[in-house]
């Protein structure tokens, strides 16, 4: 079946440092991909999606390319503050579009001043 | 503003005791779903429903009751069957016009045991 597996955290960063989480999928077709975003004690907030190959998603000054030959869609961020600390989740969408999102484990983002 | 409602914030429940966990939306999506999520853990599906009067069992629905006989409306009851209760619980929905459509989540409820 379709998954998603996401790079181990927590992740510890020092502010305006360059972030990067790694992201990969199995799944039929082309899925759509999503990611999330989780501050403490919230629900999960859409960060950015992706659609197509090669579509490249940006929000806040996040981006991920959707790599279909990698089967990749890495999270990115030039320059993360500590207000960027959080969980973030990378999932994705079957063909059909009538089954849940299937959800990565997520990763735990600290960054510190 | 458009959005999904969850309530109560926290909640307590007795041992034996049945309680219900409540999700509004009001964004005319067909779909709804339940989540679990354990500290420092991921997101567990426990339900969902993809129109109303109709509902499936997710990973974990064991000791978990659900109901959907409005749209808009999609209740969580955690019964006493369910010896481990303690955890945030997410409720989301979708719109289900096609593949790319995000699920919206609310701001959960998180359940403790008195």
């Known amino acids: 079946g379709d998954s998603v597996t996401q790079m181990e955290g927590p992740v510890t960063l020092s502010e305006e440092a360059f972030l990067t989480i790694n992201c990969t999928y199995t799944a039929t077709g082309y899925p759509s991909l999503f990611w999330y975003v989780q501050y403490p004690g919230e629900g999960l907030q859409l960060l950015l999606k992706a659609t197509k190959a090669d579509d490249k998603g940006s929000n806040k000054g996040f981006e991920a390319t959707y790599r279909k030959e990698t089967t990749s869609f890495h999270l990115e961020k030039g320059s993360v503050q500590v207000s960027d600390s959080a969980v973030y989740f990378c999932?994705?969408?079957?063909?059909?579009?009538?089954?849940?999102?299937?959800f990565g484990k997520g990763t735990r983002l600290s960054v510190i001043a | 503003d458009g959005g999904i409602t969850q309530s109560p914030k926290y909640l307590f429940r007795k041992e034996g005791q049945n309680v219900t966990l409540s999700c509004e939306q009001n964004l005319n999506h067909d779909a709804m779903y339940w989540y679990r999520q354990d500290p420092g853990q991921g997101l567990r599906l426990i339900y969902y429903s993809q129109i109303v009067n109709d509902f499936q069992k997710g990973d974990i629905a064991e000791g978990y009751s659900v109901s959907r006989e409005k749209k808009e409306s999609f209740p969580l009851t955690v019964t006493s069957a369910q010896k481990n209760p303690t955890a945030f619980y997410l409720c989301?929905?979708?719109?289900?016009?096609?593949?790319?459509?995000?699920?919206?989540f609310g701001d959960g409820t998180r359940l403790s045991i008195l």
């Open positions: 989301a929905s979708r719109g289900m016009t096609g593949p790319n459509q995000p699920q919206h």
């Open positions: 999932a994705l969408s079957g063909l059909s579009g009538n089954t849940p999102l299937v």
